[in-house]
């Protein structure tokens, strides 16, 4: 019965599935994702909900409606925290006016448990031009600045993995305690080698050298740019998505990049829009 339809529900998809306002009541009161596409979405029926592919660690939907499409991911077990890291990055990065990134819309929490991201859906084509997302991603990074240092307003997650963002006005020390230094400590928690660990204090004191001279100005990373993190638009624009923003040094967003697939022309591009950016 559609009145009573909510995520639980759904199996790969709801084909015609019409829910009008007045109908819609009921469900209002239900389900938060379909009381927002009714009220600040500003659609007045929701005609089909279905499934997407592909993603990692939440289920993610397309709802069409009469005011366009959505994208929702939902997640069970994690509260709206996770979520309202990625809306805060989605919209940091679209501020940038940049490359292309869906817009985050509203992040809320679930009835039962667990939360929800509605956003911008975004219709993919195939990969991008790499010279034309070097371009793009250099833009981002020359446009999104910041005045508060190293971190990001919120922590994160990489994947599912907490993230620490906490300001900082120097890199290496960021780099060092709340990136290399965080991680380090989870595996040693996690799987209880200490010489890893101590192999990675030993690196972590040792940084400054590296960095001597070398002027470093906090931009805005997506932070977890691999391969299944970029696509193009139906009109071969480069989109990234599911980031896991923060202000850091430029170079740090090809940390996760080895299986990112960018080649020479990504990289020419690249710096060319970053020497530009820094004469
Ligand atoms: P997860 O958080 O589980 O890793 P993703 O953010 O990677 O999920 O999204 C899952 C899949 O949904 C992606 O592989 C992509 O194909 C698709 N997707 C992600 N964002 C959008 C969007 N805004 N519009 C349309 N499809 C999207």
């Known amino acids: ?87 805060l990055g989605l919209n940091a990065m679209y501020e940038t006016n940049s490359i292309r990134v869906p817009r985050a819309y509203k992040v809320g929490a679930l009835q039962t448990r667990g939360s929800y991201i509605i956003m911008e859906f975004v219709e993919f084509g195939s990969r991008p031009d790499q010279s034309v997302l070097g371009k793009k991603l250099g833009e981002m990074h020359k446009a999104g600045k910041s005045f508060k240092g190293f971190g990001f307003d919120v922590n994160n997650t990489i994947g599912s993995t907490p993230q620490i963002n906490n300001w900082k006005s120097d890199w290496v020390e960021f780099f060092a305690e709340h990136r290399l230094g965080f991680q ?27 960095f001597e001279n070398v002027a ?35 170079e740090a967003e090809f940390g996760m990049s080895w299986c990112a697939g960018f080649g020479g022309s990504f990289y020419n591009s690249y710096f060319e829009s970053k020497n530009m950016w820094f004469r």
């Not at 209880?192 to 940084?207: P, V």
């Not at 906090?218 to 740019?225: A, E, F, R, T």
Request: charge should be negative; glycine fraction near 10%.
């Open 1 to 87: 019965m559609v009145a009573h339809l909510g995520l639980g529900a759904l199996s790969s998809c709801v084909p015609c599935t019409v829910l009008r306002k007045p109908l819609a009541m009921a469900v209002l009161r239900d389900d938060p994702i379909q009381d927002w596409i009714l009220t600040e979405g500003k659609a007045t029926e929701i005609k089909r909900i279905s499934t997407v592919g592909g993603g990692c660690i939440n289920l993610a939907y397309r709802y069409d409606t009469d005011a366009g499409s959505f994208f929702i991911k939902t997640n069970r077990s994690i509260g709206p925290s996770m979520f309202e890291g990625e809306a």
């Open 184 to 210: 380090l400590k989870l595996a040693k928690e996690q799987f209880g080698d200490s010489t890893i660990y101590e192999k990675g204090e030993r690196l972590m004191k040792n940084l400054g050298p590296l």
């Open 216 to 250: 470093i100005e906090p931009c805005l990373l997506h932070g977890d740019l691999w391969s299944g993190n970029v696509s193009a638009d139906k009109d071969g624009e480069p989109v990234i998505l599911d980031p896991a923003c923060y202000y850091g040094h430029n």
